[in-house]
């Protein structure tokens, strides 16, 4: 297999395009109802070695009296190249566009209405703050209620200094001093500050009275615009990194513009995503536990404006049973409210599914708004909500086969069902067959703390092999360990079965989408019980697929999912063939003093973390006894490891510890360096050189 062949195949998924973001609006006719639905667009473009994104308009057409049922759909506009937008949002009455754009260096707040360019004002210029805030973190752009005014997060500047009783700069004299920041992902954002622009004047001022110990983010005018919501996140006695970890602490503020800051969440807990329903009654917010498992499965918590009062809306789901409601574990998408202010829309992992569900504040009621996830012959594995606007959903569909999809439709009112309708096909879809396996542990490997527990894993492999009769198999294992590998679209995967090979993606216990019991399962047991899951899955494939070659299987996998990949190579070396593994963590005592996430690292292996922990001989025996290095000696497979200069999460000089101790061994080994890539590894070149090298090792040695 040529290396022209191998990329060209990657082009062909990878350069698919993904609908990140929608937006509705709506207009009445004498007789009809007018929909405008516009959808932000993601595709990799490998020639320039970057992603691009492009906007695409549809109209849709509704009768007055029937609001519920789309008569048409008009074909689509053009494509429109969107270029340095950071953030943007729609004004609620007037249909005022605000964007905050990256171009020459300088960050800009343009205002953009139906004539054209409204409004531009240099932000950068006007040196009032550092960069704006484009992450999902603590990013957000928002409207007062007058239309007058925007709310948004950005760096605290760090230019104001002040002179000492002898003339010297403080900034000179701490030019040195180190600053903290949020560490992977989120490099040099330290200090964020809230700010409001007054559209009418021009003028930016700081909201200065937030707790000096809270970081804060996620903000959004409360009704009347005296005040603001956010999420402050706690930054003493130090900063803790927040990617992918959904248990710091923080909590909900209210904060009056006269300078009144008001804490509306309990203490010693992380809560995210506040959202103000459409009658500016209710607040409803995520809520979880503080350390403990990175990721967790959340409550949903409604604040009544009015009384004070807090309540549960979803509680924890401990273990769902087949076919219900397992629980939130993603962010809220900015519109998630119906019209009427009393349901929520949602999407979520359910054991191998990503689905949609509404839940009705009144009956408290979850209801899935896909197919059932107990229907394997359901088209589409994966059910993304993007926006729901004046009752329409815009969602995004896929499934390993089939590439994302945009599909639109009404919330059904009770006892209905929605009425998809397609508005964006793929360009292609692929001859790949996919099933779902469910996967029992034996008595042997069941967790006596959390005994019963299943798991479950997606194969996908070629409809008609390419050349033999029995099929190479590649064990892909996710990272996290709290993640999913839902039955959506995967790049890698659909990469790897177009040139021939099977894939199977492994949920082991641990994985999101099993119910809270299912991740805490996995607490002291890393190295253990999610290495026999994957074999165990790997074994339960091979006894039900005989076109799967038992000769013939390698592991892949990044983060945790190199540190199973790792592991398994180590614990059955006569099993595996090849291995692939991206910052993979090897050996858990030496990363301790090096990730953002130090807490991780106690709690992975069983032990509890404070922020004063000093380490002892025997949690760093601990930490060894877990890791993939102490199994080092035992490896006979090819290892290619690919590693980010930058990654803060896990230490590229993880990779290398076991890069040397195989060198040692003249044991076959190859390093990929990516010196300006993170942890996730997500340039553009990045990935296309990863999935080139992998398949070329895969072809080498099996």
């Given at each position: 297999m040529e290396p022209t062949q191998i990329t060209g195949g990657y082009a062909e998924v990878s350069g698919l395009p993904t609908p990140?973001?929608?937006?509705?609006?709506?207009?009445?006719?004498?007789?009809?109802?007018?929909?405008?639905?516009?959808?932000?667009?993601?595709?990799s473009n490998l020639v320039r070695g970057s992603r691009v994104h492009y906007t695409q308009q549809w109209t849709l057409i509704a009768d007055s009296n029937d609001r519920r049922s789309i008569r048409a759909v008009l074909p689509p506009r053009s494509c429109s190249p969107v270029s340095g937008e950071l953030l943007s949002r729609l004004s609620p009455v007037r249909g005022l566009r605000a964007v905050i754009r990256e171009t020459g260096g300088c960050q800009l707040l343009e205002i953009w209405d139906s004539h054209g360019l409204r409004k531009c004002l240099n932000l950068t210029a006007l040196n009032k703050h550092g960069r704006v805030y484009d992450d999902a973190q603590f990013g957000c752009l928002s409207w007062s209620d007058c239309e007058t005014?925007?709310?948004?997060?950005?760096?605290?500047?760090?230019?104001?200094?002040?002179?000492?009783?002898?003339?010297?700069?403080?900034?000179?004299?701490?030019?040195s001093v180190y600053c903290e920041d949020w560490g992977e992902a989120l490099t040099n954002k330290s200090s964020p500050v809230m700010c409001v622009v007054n559209l009418q004047n021009g003028t930016v001022s700081l909201l200065q009275d937030v707790l000096p110990d809270v970081s804060p983010g996620q903000a959004l005018w409360a009704p009347g615009s005296q005040s603001v919501f956010f999420v402050g996140w706690y930054h003493e006695p130090f900063r803790l990194g927040l990617r992918f970890c959904s248990n710091r602490r923080s909590a909900l503020f209210k904060l009056d513009l006269d300078g009144?800051?008001?804490?509306?969440?309990?203490?010693?807990?992380?809560?995210?995503?506040?959202?103000?329903?459409?009658?500016?009654?209710?607040?409803?917010?995520?809520?979880?536990?503080?350390f403990g498992p990175h990721n967790q499965c959340l409550s949903l918590q409604q604040l009544d404006l009015r009384s004070g009062k807090?309540?549960?809306?979803?509680?924890?789901?401990?273990?769902?049973?087949?076919?219900?409601?397992?629980?939130?574990?993603?962010?809220?998408?900015?519109?998630?409210?119906?019209?009427?202010?009393?349901r929520v829309v949602f999407s979520s992992a359910c054991r191998n599914w990503k689905d949609l569900f509404m839940v009705d504040r009144r009956s408290k009621k979850v209801t899935s708004l896909s197919d059932s996830p107990s229907d394997l012959s359901r088209v589409y594995g994966s059910w993304k909500l993007l926006t729901v606007q004046r009752d329409l959903m815009v969602v995004c569909c896929s499934s390993p086969n089939t590439p994302p999809t945009l599909m639109v439709g009404f919330l059904p009112s009770a006892g209905e069902a929605v009425t998809w309708r397609i508005l964006q096909q793929p360009v292609m879809t692929f001859d790949f067959h996919w099933t779902v396996l469910d996967v029992k542990p034996p008595p042997e490997e069941d967790n006596t703390h959390y005994s019963g527990l299943d798991f479950s894993a997606v194969l996908v492999k070629p409809s008609r092999p390419l050349r033999e009769a029995r099929i190479p198999l590649v064990v892909f294992i996710h990272g996290g360990p709290h993640s999913q590998f839902?039955?959506?679209?995967?790049?890698?995967?659909?990469?790897?079965?177009?040139?021939?090979?099977?894939?199977?993606?492994?949920?082991?216990?641990?994985?999101?989408?099993?119910?809270?019991?299912?991740?805490?399962?996995?607490?002291?047991q890393i190295g253990s019980q999610d290495v026999k899951d994957v074999q165990r899955a790997v074994l339960t494939a091979l006894h039900s697929d005989l076109t799967l070659d038992p000769e013939r299987l390698a592991v892949i996998g990044g983060s945790h999912g190199g540190f199973l990949s790792c592991h398994l190579v180590g614990q059955y070396p006569d099993f595996y063939r090849a291995c692939a593994a991206r910052n993979p963590v090897i050996n858990a005592a030496t990363l301790l003093g090096t990730s953002d996430i130090v807490?991780?690292?106690?709690?992975?292996?069983?032990?509890?973390?404070?922020?004063?922990?000093?380490?002892?001989?025997?949690?760093?025996a601990v930490m060894l006894e877990k890791s993939p290095i102490t199994h080092a000696a035992q490896i006979k497979a090819p290892v290619l490891l690919m590693l980010g200069?930058?990654?803060?999460r896990v230490s590229p000089h993880q990779g290398l510890e076991l890069y040397k101790a195989l060198k040692s061994r003249a044991s076959p080994v190859r390093l990929l360096w990516f010196a300006e890539d993170g942890h996730s590894l997500s340039r553009v070149d990045t990935q296309v050189d990863c999935f080139l090298n992998t398949v070329m090792w895969l072809n080498q040695h099996l």
């Open positions: 990140i973001s929608a937006r509705v609006s709506e207009e009445q006719l004498p007789e009809l109802r007018v929909y405008t639905v516009t959808a932000e667009w993601s595709q005014k925007l709310l948004y997060v950005a760096e605290k500047s760090k230019n104001t200094s002040t002179e000492t009783h002898d003339g010297e700069s403080v900034s000179w004299k701490d030019r009144h800051c008001e804490c509306l969440s309990g203490d010693n807990l992380s809560v995210s995503c506040p959202r103000l329903s459409p009658d500016g009654s209710t607040l409803i917010y995520l809520q979880g536990q503080v807090t309540s549960a809306l979803l509680d924890v789901v401990n273990r769902p049973q087949t076919g219900e409601f397992a629980g939130v574990y993603e962010a809220l998408p900015s519109r998630c409210w119906s019209a009427d202010s009393q839902p039955a959506e679209w995967n790049c890698t995967t659909a990469g790897l079965t177009k040139l021939g090979f099977a894939v199977l993606m492994v949920n082991y216990r641990g994985s999101t989408g099993f119910g809270q019991d299912s991740i805490l399962s996995l607490i002291g807490d991780w690292r106690y709690t992975s292996v069983g032990l509890q973390y404070s922020y004063d922990q000093i380490p002892t001989p025997e949690a760093l200069g930058r990654d803060r």
